[in-house]
């Protein structure tokens, strides 16, 4: 049996997730930029961040994904490599963490939290909001994103005939 990290399925469910991320996020630029940096957010793409719980591959897709629109995102949101470097590693963890969710309502928890409490951290201190109004900003937006947008992507997913098919 092949490593999964060389398992043709395997690699390519995580490059069409990264992608995913990445045309999300990009597409949402055109209309509401600000939105998917800074003290609000409201990433459409971070919907995709409950997928780990249903998919493994979903865990470096989701962190390949957000390190390139947070590179995409760089100049334009005025948070630096540490943005591009620290958000990307949160996204990872909260990925891991799904995946290891006991249910369905647990795996929203991970983006969530990890969202609010460490990203406020530098996007409190770059934008100078209080951190405990940036946590709470960016957790309203992650909650949004993550329990609408990805409960509806974990049902397409699950009841997807192309998707069962790999």
Known sequence: MANKFTDTKYLTKAALIAAMYVVLVVIQMIPAAALTYGP???????????LPFLEAAAVPGLFIGCLISNIILVFQSGFGIIDVVCGSLVTLLAAYLTKKSKNRIMAFFPPILLNGFIVSIWVSYFTNIPYWTTVLTLMGGEAISVVIFGSVINYVYEHSKFYKRF
């Open 40 to 50: 609000v957010q409201l990433r459409l793409a971070e919907g995709l961040t409950v």
